[in-house]
Every structure is written in structure tokens, then in C-alpha cells.
């Protein structure tokens, strides 16, 4: 009888049980605008359908991806077409004057669930939130028979800036269009609406285009290489060009479908009229003197060999026509971007079809004949009803009449064009590059610069001054010299695209700390839905300095107030009983590497350093400071 008594209980406990931490507090990443947490939960109960109403002009897409979200969740929907009759409900409704139509509402009541907004991309947003809601464990394929508990409350929210990009860069290394389009689904779970398809470069021509098909049986492909970017060894005479790869129409079709149900809009970017190696080895004619003889490897070749389109020949006009006629009809977004990007113009000086050009226009030198290219580029875009976008090289020699600016070189190309009252998009490669190291650099795989998580979150696209009407939003860039696989595009991007999505989505007002709290509950998320991120925000962050002593000193900072910093000169691995970190070090004498471990709550979280005092030697030399009073 005990016995069975026993296993009752134990029946019930389990039956009892609701899966998952009971959220304690909500975690949404960007911030919302406004949330009120209510008392009690909603409770999904297994195997138990939830009927479920969606306004039937949006239902078909929406409720595509809301399964495919829940589909691990054990959750089972029933659709019902009346309101009053539906558990959880999407009800578009008609905008209230100056509301976004991304903005929502969203109630998760006792018995009921509701989102309501004005657009799809509302309803859309509305149930991105809803899904942060639940634990983390949801998404994982193997945990599916347990009931699922939300909080009530009640949110309302809407984006600060219309535009909140990603660019995946997918010619330095080709990813693909599977990966493409996980890269999009992950962006738009973050509330970011536009993905920069950065199509074309030295390194690969990625897009189908018809009437010249050279460009994807010879400019996507090149010899395959590991190695550092810009120290590898040029594609070998009689070498096969065996890497790269390119999307058709058809998938570009596929991947638009995919996006636009995410409210994502795919911009693609044909970067012109530099970076383009793979473009001259595909059809030499269009280069200046002579083209390169095989698409670019990662070697260096700026300023050697010829990587820009020749402005002075009426022929790369005809391919430009025609190349941007079949991206207009391909992609609806209204805008296209044309690179203009670090344009190499000393063969343009030399050649005797661009200076001939430069005579007939009346332009005085080689930035007025990028800028007329430019110009023609535009005339051309818009004859398709489009819209140019360049990044902030486009601004010399004059900007077209009509184009949009993305600001990369931090943000005096944008406030330059916003003040000439262009529409900018601000990039600047201080807090948006996500191909920068992010943490201490002998611990990440090997890039240049930095770009740390709170530089991220640090950014502010509109500039003191500067009439915020002209500012569309942000991007992160990913460029991807350095990155070699889809699941480093995910370490690069996360957690660095989460602190850019709530620049962009949500209204002024920071808190890194609570930040910080969030994106610790995001990387669990992740983990469960098997998306790869970086922790390096965790690490030490350390500065050798020389002091005014003439010493070498070492800094040990972190980017979160409340770690811990433990370090050892004496080869052994530290930990929380090592020396604890609270003002600049010397060197030991004889020392050769000092080693650093940091803690939060008394948990080592951050990985440990490694680097030898050679190394932080050297670094010190870039670097003088007063120490304490000397
Ligand atoms: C760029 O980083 N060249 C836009
Ligand atoms: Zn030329």
C-alpha cells in the first residue's frame, strides 16, 4: 500500500509540475517601451489545443511561422475564425495617427492572449515578444511534454528607427542559402527589419544574373585558402578555382519569401565601382588596362592589381544597365545599394578612356569621375523606381541628388549628408563593424580593431545637432574576410546584433546593467535553440601601459561592474584564491606570462587569459600614462 502510495504522489508531483524556471523577470531583448507585469500566468497546458484567431490578411504568413517556433513546444493550435472564440488572438486594427505599423500591444491575461497592432510587422513583432516570454528551454527539440507558464502582462511598444539592418557579407566567404536564411531568422527575433545582402566583392560574385553569366561560372568561384586574410598565397597558374558559390533568381526568390514573412526586407548590395576583382576576371574588357587573371584569394592586391570597373568605357555602363535592371526586377526592396566603397582610382589617372571621360564631362579629378558614375547609377535605379544607397565614399567628388548615405567611417559621413538633407544610415565601425575582435585578442579567433559588446550598446545614431528626420536607423556590418563558417558568423554577430537591435528598436534611456542581466538570459535561449555567440564580454579586459615611472603596467578592467579579476605572474592557472585585482600591476621580475580569471558571484565566467609578457611589453610601448602620483 505504501508503495503505491509512493508512486500517487510521485504521479502527481510530476503532472503538477510545469516545465522550466518560473520567470522570475522578464527578459525581453530589445527593451519594450512600456511592460506591466500583472499577477498569475497563462498557463499552456500539454496536449491541450489552443485555439487561435489571426486577422485573415496576415494569417496565412504569420501563423507559418508561429508553428515553426512552437514546433518543439508540444503545443498544439487550433485556427478558429472568430475573435471572441480564440485563446490567443492577432487582431489588426486600424493606426492611430503617427503610429508605427510595427508598434504592438500585447496582453497575456489569466485565460487569454492578445496581440493587436496596425501592420504585420506589429503582429509579427508582437509575437517575437510573446515567445521571449516563454523559457528558454521551449525551443529545444527533446523537452516537449510539459506545460508551459507566462506571465501576464501587458506590453506596448514601438521601434525608434524605421531602419534596423544586418549585412552578412557572403562574397569573402560564401554561406549558404540555407544559412542565409537562418542568419535572417535569428535578426528578425531581435526586431530588425532589414538584411544587407552583401552580394558582390573581389573575393566572389554571389548573384545569378542572366545576361552575363560569366560573372557566376567565373567570378563565384576562386582558389580555396585557410590562413590569415592579406598574408595567403594568389591562386597558382594552372590552380582550380574550386570555392565560392552563388545563389540563383530562384533562390533569391525563396530567400525574399522567407524574409518578407519575418518583416525582414532583403536589400542587396552590388558594390561598384571598386572591389571588383571577381567582376574584371569574368569580363576583362571592363577593366581599365588588364584585369586580374583570377578572382582574389584573401592575398593583397589593392593598388597592384586593377580592382575597379573603368568609368571610361561606355561598355560598363551597358553592363551596369543591365546588371541593376535584373536586381530591380528581382529584389522589391525599394532600395539598392551600390558599395562606392574604397574605390582604388590610380589606374582611372592613368587611363587614357577615364581621362578622356573626365575632358568630355568638364571633372577635375578622379573622385568628380567616381562621382559621376555614381550619379548615372542613380539615374539608372531610378529609372526602376528605386532608391541608391552608397556608403559614405559617395559623399566626394558630390552626392547624387537622391541618395541615401550609410556612414561607415564613423559618423561625419552622415552628418555631413544629413546636413546637405540626405537620408543617412549610420554604420560607423566603431560600434556596429561585428567582423572587430570583441573581447581580448589572444583569445578570439584572429581579426583587427576593436568592437566590445558595450560599444555596441554604447552607439547613438542621431548626432547632437542633427535633425533626427534624416536618420533611418543602423546596421551591424558583418564583413567576412575572417570568417570561414556560418556558426563563427553567429559568434561574431551574437551578442553584439542584441545590443544594436535595442539601440534601434527601443526609445533613449540605457541600462547596461540590466542589459547585461538580459543578454545572460539570451545566451541561454540561444544555447537551447543551438545559435553560437560570443561570451568574451565576461573577460578581462587588459591594458599594458608604460607609466610616467618608465615601468610597464598592466590594467585589468571588465566591461561588468560586479566580476571579479584574479591573476598570476607564476605559471599556474588562476582562480579565486589567486591574487584578486583592484589597482595597476608591474611585471614581475623574470615573468613570462601573466594569466586572468574572472568570477561573478563567486563562479569563474569569463575564460582564462594567457599572454606573455613580451606581448603585453610590446603593447605598452603604443601606450603612456601618469601612475598614482608619479
Ligand atoms: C567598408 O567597410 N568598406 C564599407
Ligand atoms: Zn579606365
Given at each position: 500500500?505504501?508503495?503505491?502510495?509512493?508512486?500517487?504522489?510521485?504521479?502527481?508531483?510530476?503532472?503538477?509540475?510545469?516545465?522550466?524556471?518560473?520567470?522570475?523577470?522578464?527578459?525581453?531583448?530589445?527593451?519594450?517601451?512600456?511592460?506591466?507585469?500583472q499577477?498569475g500566468?497563462?498557463?499552456?497546458?500539454?496536449?491541450?489545443?489552443?485555439?487561435?484567431?489571426?486577422?485573415?490578411?496576415?494569417?496565412?504568413?504569420?501563423l507559418?511561422?508561429l508553428y515553426?517556433?512552437?514546433?518543439?513546444?508540444?503545443?498544439v493550435?487550433?485556427?478558429?475564425?472568430?475573435?471572441?472564440?480564440?485563446?490567443?488572438?492577432?487582431?489588426?486594427?486600424?493606426?492611430?495617427?503617427?503610429?508605427?505599423?510595427?508598434?504592438?500591444?500585447?496582453?497575456?491575461?489569466?485565460?487569454d492572449?492578445?496581440?493587436?497592432?496596425?501592420?504585420?510587422?506589429?503582429?509579427?513583432?508582437?509575437?517575437?515578444?510573446?515567445?521571449?516570454?516563454?523559457?528558454?528551454?521551449?525551443?529545444?527539440?527533446?523537452?516537449?511534454?510539459?506545460d508551459?507558464?507566462?506571465?501576464c502582462?501587458?506590453?506596448?511598444?514601438?521601434?525608434?528607427?524605421?531602419?534596423?539592418?544586418?549585412?552578412?557579407d557572403?562574397?569573402?566567404h560564401?554561406?549558404?542559402?540555407?544559412?542565409?536564411?537562418?542568419?535572417i531568422?535569428?535578426?528578425?527575433?531581435?526586431?530588425?527589419?532589414?538584411?544587407?545582402?552583401?552580394?558582390?566583392?573581389?573575393?566572389?560574385w554571389?548573384?545569378?544574373?542572366?545576361?552575363?553569366?560569366?560573372?557566376?561560372?567565373?567570378?563565384?568561384w576562386?582558389?580555396?585558402?585557410?590562413?590569415?586574410?592579406?598574408?595567403?598565397?594568389?591562386?597558382?597558374?594552372?590552380?582550380?578555382?574550386?570555392?565560392?558559390?552563388?545563389?540563383?533568381?530562384?533562390?533569391?526568390?525563396?530567400?525574399?519569401?522567407?524574409?518578407?514573412?519575418?518583416?525582414?526586407?532583403?536589400?542587396?548590395?552590388?558594390?561598384?565601382?571598386?572591389?571588383?576583382?571577381?567582376?574584371?576576371?569574368s569580363?576583362?574588357?571592363?577593366?581599365?588596362?588588364?584585369?586580374?587573371?583570377?578572382?582574389?584569394?584573401?592575398?593583397?592586391?589593392?593598388?597592384?592589381?586593377?580592382?575597379?570597373?573603368?568609368?571610361?568605357?561606355?561598355?560598363?555602363?551597358?553592363?551596369?544597365?543591365q546588371?541593376?535592371?535584373?536586381?530591380?526586377?528581382?529584389?522589391?526592396?525599394?532600395?539598392?545599394?551600390?558599395?562606392?566603397?574604397?574605390?582604388?582610382?590610380?589606374?582611372?589617372?592613368?587611363?587614357?578612356?577615364?581621362?578622356?571621360?573626365?575632358?568630355?564631362?568638364?571633372?577635375?579629378?578622379?573622385?568628380?569621375?567616381?562621382s559621376?558614375?555614381?550619379?548615372?547609377?542613380?539615374?539608372?535605379?531610378?529609372?526602376?523606381?528605386?532608391?541608391?544607397?552608397?556608403?559614405?565614399?559617395?559623399?566626394?567628388?558630390?552626392?547624387?541628388?537622391?541618395?541615401?548615405?550609410?556612414?561607415?567611417?564613423?559618423?561625419?559621413?552622415?552628418?555631413?549628408?544629413?546636413?546637405?538633407?540626405?537620408?543617412?544610415?549610420?554604420?560607423?565601425?566603431?560600434?556596429?563593424?561585428?567582423?572587430?575582435?570583441?573581447?581580448?585578442?589572444?583569445?578570439?579567433?584572429?581579426?583587427?580593431?576593436?568592437?566590445?559588446?558595450?560599444?555596441?550598446?554604447?552607439?547613438?545614431?542621431?548626432?547632437?545637432g542633427?535633425?533626427?528626420?534624416?536618420?533611418?536607423?543602423?546596421?551591424?556590418?558583418?564583413?567576412?574576410?575572417?570568417?570561414?563558417?556560418?556558426?563563427?558568423?553567429?559568434?561574431?554577430?551574437?551578442?553584439?546584433?542584441?545590443?544594436?537591435?535595442?539601440?534601434?528598436?527601443?526609445?533613449?534611456?540605457?541600462?547596461?546593467?540590466?542589459f547585461?542581466?538580459?543578454?545572460?538570459?539570451?545566451?541561454?535561449?540561444?544555447?537551447?535553440?543551438?545559435?553560437n555567440?560570443?561570451?568574451?564580454?565576461?573577460?578581462?579586459?587588459?591594458?599594458?601601459?608604460?607609466?610616467?615611472?618608465?615601468?610597464?603596467?598592466?590594467?585589468?578592467?571588465k566591461e561588468?561592474?560586479?566580476?571579479?579579476?584574479?591573476?598570476?605572474?607564476?605559471?599556474?592557472?588562476?582562480?579565486?584564491?589567486?591574487?584578486v585585482?583592484?589597482?595597476?600591476?608591474?611585471?614581475?621580475?623574470?615573468?613570462?606570462?601573466?594569466?586572468?580569471?574572472?568570477?561573478?558571484?563567486?563562479k569563474?565566467?569569463?575564460?582564462?587569459?594567457?599572454?606573455?609578457?613580451?606581448?603585453?611589453?610590446?603593447?605598452?610601448?603604443?601606450?603612456?600614462?601618469?601612475?598614482?602620483?608619479?
Open positions: 500500500m505504501k508503495r503505491y502510495l509512493l508512486f500517487f504522489t510521485l504521479w502527481i508531483c510530476v503532472v503538477c509540475t510545469v516545465y522550466g524556471e518560473v520567470p522570475v523577470s522578464i527578459s525581453i531583448i530589445p527593451r519594450p517601451e512600456q511592460v506591466e507585469v499577477e500566468y497563462f498557463t499552456f497546458r500539454h496536449g491541450r489545443p489552443v485555439s487561435i484567431y489571426c486577422d485573415a490578411t496576415v494569417s496565412k504568413d504569420l507559418e511561422v515553426e517556433k512552437f514546433k518543439y513546444s508540444g503545443i493550435f487550433q485556427p478558429v475564425s472568430e475573435k471572441n472564440k480564440a485563446v490567443l488572438s492577432f487582431v489588426l486594427e486600424p493606426a492611430t495617427s503617427g503610429e508605427s505599423s510595427e508598434a504592438y500591444s500585447l496582453q497575456v491575461g489569466k485565460k492572449i492578445e496581440v493587436r497592432a496596425s501592420g504585420y510587422g506589429g503582429l509579427f513583432y508582437g509575437m517575437q515578444t510573446l515567445l521571449q516570454l516563454f523559457p528558454a528551454s521551449f525551443r529545444k527539440p527533446a523537452l516537449s511534454q510539459n508551459w507558464q507566462i506571465p502582462v501587458y506590453i506596448k511598444d514601438a521601434p525608434r528607427f524605421s531602419w534596423r539592418g544586418l549585412m552578412l557572403v562574397s569573402r560564401f554561406f549558404t542559402k540555407e544559412e542565409v536564411m537562418k542568419y531568422d535569428e535578426l528578425s527575433e531581435y526586431k530588425m527589419n532589414v538584411f544587407h545582402w552583401h552580394l558582390t566583392d573581389d573575393q566572389g554571389r548573384l545569378e544574373i542572366s545576361s552575363f553569366p560569366r560573372l557566376t561560372e567565373v567570378g563565384a576562386r582558389a580555396k585558402r585557410v590562413g590569415d586574410w592579406w598574408t595567403r598565397e594568389r591562386q597558382q597558374s594552372g590552380e582550380a578555382a574550386t570555392y565560392g558559390g552563388f545563389y540563383t533568381k530562384e533562390d533569391v526568390r525563396e530567400v525574399i519569401a522567407y524574409a518578407q514573412k519575418r518583416n525582414v526586407t532583403v536589400m542587396p548590395e552590388i558594390d561598384v565601382p571598386g572591389h571588383s576583382v571577381a567582376t574584371l576576371v569580363y576583362p574588357g571592363l577593366a581599365c588596362f588588364k584585369a586580374p587573371d583570377a578572382v582574389n584569394v584573401g592575398n593583397k592586391f589593392y593598388g597592384e592589381d586593377e580592382n575597379s570597373l573603368c568609368v571610361g568605357n561606355d561598355s560598363t555602363f551597358i553592363f551596369m544597365e546588371v541593376l535592371s535584373e536586381v530591380a526586377e528581382l529584389f522589391p526592396s525599394p532600395y539598392i545599394h551600390i558599395g562606392g566603397d574604397e574605390c582604388f582610382k590610380g589606374f582611372w589617372s592613368r587611363c587614357p578612356k577615364c581621362q578622356a571621360r573626365m575632358k568630355s564631362e568638364g571633372l577635375s579629378n578622379v573622385q568628380e569621375l567616381q559621376y558614375f555614381i550619379k548615372r547609377m542613380e539615374k539608372i535605379l531610378q529609372s526602376k523606381g528605386k532608391h541608391l544607397v552608397g556608403w559614405d565614399e559617395i559623399i566626394e567628388g558630390g552626392l547624387a541628388p537622391d541618395a541615401t548615405v550609410m556612414s561607415w567611417r564613423g559618423m561625419s559621413g552622415g552628418i555631413h549628408a544629413a546636413k546637405e538633407g540626405h537620408h543617412v544610415i549610420m554604420t560607423p565601425n566603431e560600434h556596429c563593424y561585428l567582423d572587430l575582435y570583441q573581447g581580448e585578442p589572444t583569445r578570439e579567433p584572429n581579426t583587427y580593431s576593436m568592437c566590445r559588446l558595450s560599444d555596441s550598446y554604447a552607439f547613438e545614431p542621431v548626432p547632437e542633427i535633425d533626427s528626420s534624416y536618420i533611418l536607423g543602423g546596421q551591424g556590418n558583418l564583413w567576412a574576410e575572417s570568417v570561414p563558417t556560418f556558426r563563427h558568423a553567429e559568434y561574431m554577430t551574437w551578442p553584439r546584433g542584441w545590443a544594436l537591435s535595442e539601440v534601434l528598436w527601443s526609445q533613449k534611456g540605457k541600462d547596461w546593467d540590466d547585461v542581466r538580459r543578454v545572460s538570459v539570451h545566451f541561454t535561449r540561444a544555447d537551447s535553440a543551438d545559435i555567440y560570443s561570451r568574451s564580454v565576461y573577460n578581462a579586459i587588459v591594458t599594458p601601459f608604460t607609466g610616467s615611472d618608465g615601468q610597464v603596467w598592466i590594467e585589468l578592467g561588468i561592474e560586479d566580476l571579479d579579476i584574479y591573476y598570476t605572474f607564476d605559471g599556474t592557472n588562476p582562480d579565486a584564491h589567486s591574487s585585482y583592484s589597482a595597476p600591476i608591474t611585471i614581475p621580475l623574470n615573468a613570462t606570462r601573466l594569466r586572468v580569471i574572472t568570477y561573478q558571484s563567486g569563474p565566467v569569463g575564460q582564462l587569459l594567457s599572454i606573455e609578457t613580451e606581448e603585453l611589453r610590446n603593447r605598452a610601448k603604443n601606450t603612456k600614462r601618469v601612475v598614482g602620483n608619479l
